[in-house]
């Protein structure tokens, strides 16, 4: 028995252990949850679909694979060329937890701005696509 199992086991009655549940809400963040795959590979499988299904989930992977590179990479650099305050700064957790915080505030952000950033970068796409 490995030592997780056991420490489940003596230290929660089984009916009190439930695992934690992702909070993303979009149907292309549960399919990349349940698959495993990345927003490129489910843009390359949407973009196979669409012949079959409409251009729906290949919009919807497209701006969400657009948002994310983008929103992203700019987080980073954000995060990189700013210093830590003098004050208020959350310590090793901050550190620690700062990944995740950025990965929801991609997620909004780019939830926010997808008829903006991405819906022109799409038309483009699908005009490429058809020459």
Same mark, same amino acid.
């Given at each position: ?40 590979? @489910?843009?390359?499988?949407? /973009?196979? =679909?669409?012949?079959? $299904?409409?251009? %729906? !989930?290949?919009? *919807?992977? +497209? ?41 929801? @505030?991609?997620?909004?952000? /780019?939830? =926010?701005?997808?008829? $903006?950033?991405? %819906? !022109?970068?799409? *038309?483009? +796409? ?6």
């Amino acid at each position: 028995m490995s030592a997780l199992s056991s420490l489940q086991s003596s230290s929660l009655p089984s009916s009190a252990y439930q695992p934690p549940m992702p909070s993303a809400t979009s149907p292309l963040s549960a399919a990349k949850r349940s698959s495993g795959l990345s927003n490129f590979e @489910l843009l390359s499988q949407a /973009s196979d =679909a669409e012949t079959d $299904t409409g251009e %729906e !989930p290949l919009k *919807e992977a +497209f701006s969400e694979f657009v948002g994310q590179t983008l929103f992203g990479s700019l987080l980073s650099t954000m995060r990189q060329s700013v210093g830590k305050p003098a004050y208020f700064h959350g310590g090793r957790t901050e550190e620690v937890f700062q990944q995740q915080m950025d990965q929801h @505030l991609v997620e909004s952000i /780019s939830e =926010a701005s997808a008829e $903006t950033v991405a %819906e !022109p970068m799409f *038309e483009l +796409f699908q005009m490429q696509r058809r020459a």
